[in-house]
Structure formats: structure tokens, C-alpha cells
């Protein structure tokens, strides 16, 4: 009896990249392998990559802002999970994404509106959460979505069009003269980001000089664009490779020798506008 092998191919539009993990479980007991587990679970074939589970519980900002870091180098047709705060509404849920040929899952809590921008790209309801499930029933349904995009796009799926929550709205001036931001992450090189992007400190700037107070005494009043602009020791801001202001010191740890922490109750900065 001669055996025939049936091969199914996947068109090319529709291969995807790899899975990537970003939450705020931390390493310190197994949330993070569990997550993995079951991802391998749905998606055996496919690559899961971990972007950080260092993220502050429950701090989306941050969270949204290592997501935007990071998404664009990994292949098209990458699922990107995001693990937040999943309990955070009435109704949990679970949001997917179309955008700039990536997907994006995550609870409905505003993360992904935040990475990749308000009203950005096409959205679907994945799951909707009742009392007797859990957060594996979250995460199984996660995988079973990424599973089942390997082979075929949302639209084929039938999945239902949604809105997600969005993001909270960009820093605005109170007078036009001033503004207060707040760290946004802390590197591992102890930079400080700021939660205020280049095209939202040159909007609220225009021709105008500035000044940034921190920490009640210390001032910055030049942007450098890169960290030996200033000598060794020195302090200075600028814009990072992901277009947000941060302050540093060259070869210094910033956040330490001024205290700065995440979710710090000291973390007064303040640019002023003149």
C-alpha cells in the first residue's frame, strides 16, 4: 500500500513571527514560566520571546512604554502578549490588535492604545471573563487566540469589532508656562525616563527656552544628544532612542545619587517654559 503525505502550507501573508512576553509577574516564583508554559502549549512551533516581567505591579505606563520599545524589532505577523492588571475592570477581558502588521493582546486597561497610540490600528474581542474563570483561563485563551492566527486572520475568525479603553491623554501645560511630569522607567544603566515624548515637549515648547527643576535644587537647562556631550560625572537630559526625555548622568547612576524611584512620593520634576 503506497502511503500519501498531505502537506498544508501556510501562504506567506499569514506565517507568523514569534510571541512576545511583557508583564509585570517578576521572577521570583514561576508566573512567568506558567505563562510561557501554556503558550507552548497553544503554539508549539512558534518562538516565545520575553521582553521583561521587571515591569512595576501594575504600572501600565511603564509597561506600554517598554511594549512601544520594543515591538518594531521583532518579525511582522508577531503576537506581543502583554500581562497587566487583568482584573483591573468589572468585566475582565481580552483585547487583540492589528497594527503596523503586528498583534497586540492584552487585558482591556488602556496598554495597548498606550504603546501604540489612541484610535491606532484594527481591534477585536478575544474573550470576556465570567466568575468561574480564572487568570490561566485568561491565559489559555490568549494562546488558543495565537494559535488559531497562525492559520487564519481575525476577520476569518469572526471575531467581534471592539473598542478598547484608552490611554490617558498626553501631558498638557496648566498655564502654558509650566508642566510636571513623573518617571516613566528606570534603566538598567539608572537613566531616568520621563513619561513626555519629543513631539509632546516641542509641542508645548515651541521657540521658547526651558528649564527643568528637579529634586527642589538641581536645574537642567540644555538638551544633549548624546551622553559624552557632557563630561564624565556631569549631569544632562535628553531624548532617547525611543523619543522620550530622560536624565542622566555620564557614567553616573542618576536615580541613585538623586533618589529617584519608581512609583517614588519624591519624585518632583517640573520644566518650565520661558
Known amino acids: 500500500m503506497t502511503r500519501i503525505r498531505l502537506r498544508l502550507s501556510v501562504p506567506n501573508s499569514l506565517q507568523m513571527g ?11 516564583d514561576a508566573s512567568a514560566a506558567v505563562a510561557r508554559g501554556i ?8 518562538t516565545v520571546t520575553d521582553i521583561s516581567h521587571e515591569v ?7 509597561g506600554a512604554y ?6 518594531s524589532s521583532f518579525p511582522a505577523r508577531s503576537c506581543h502578549l502583554a500581562i497587566f492588571d487583568v482584573f483591573s475592570e468589572r468585566i475582565p477581558r481580552l483585547v487583540l490588535c492589528d497594527h503596523n502588521g503586528h498583534y497586540f493582546l492584552s487585558a482591556d486597561n488602556g ?16 474573550f470576556e471573563m465570567e466568575k468561574q474563570h480564572t487568570f490561566t483561563d485568561w491565559l489559555h485563551a490568549a494562546g488558543k487566540a495565537i494559535e488559531q492566527l497562525q492559520t487564519r486572520t481575525p476577520e476569518e475568525l469572526q471575531l467581534p469589532p471592539y473598542m478598547p479603553k484608552q490611554a490617558d491623554p498626553p501631558p498638557v ?23 513626555i515624548t519629543r513631539r509632546q515637549f516641542d509641542t508645548l515648547r515651541g521657540d521658547r527656552r526651558f528649564r527643568m527643576l528637579f529634586m527642589q535644587t538641581e536645574e537642567l537647562t540644555e538638551l544633549s544628544v548624546n551622553y559624552n556631550d557632557v563630561r564624565e560625572g556631569n549631569k544632562l537630559c535628553r531624548f532617547n532612542s525611543n523619543d522620550h526625555l530622560e536624565i542622566c548622568i555620564n ?3 542618576a536615580a541613585s545619587i538623586w533618589g529617584f524611584r519608581m512609583n517614588g512620593q ?9
Open 18 to 28: 514569534c510571541i512576545t512576553l511583557l508583564s509585570d509577574l517578576g521572577l521570583q
Open 39 to 46: 503558550l507552548m502549549q497553544h503554539c508549539p512551533g512558534l
Open 56 to 62: 512595576m505591579p501594575f504600572n501600565k505606563r511603564q
Open 66 to 71: 517598554l511594549l512601544a520599545s520594543a515591538y
Open 111 to 126: 496598554v495597548i492604545p498606550r504603546a501604540i497610540g489612541n484610535g491606532q490600528g484594527r481591534s477585536w474581542l478575544c
Open 173 to 195: 501645560s496648566a498655564d502654558g508656562n509650566s508642566i510636571d511630569v513623573t518617571v516613566l522607567h528606570i534603566d538598567r544603566y539608572e537613566n531616568v525616563v520621563l513619561d
Open 251 to 253: 557614567r553616573g547612576k
Open 266 to 274: 519624591h519624585n518632583d520634576i517640573k520644566i518650565f517654559f520661558e
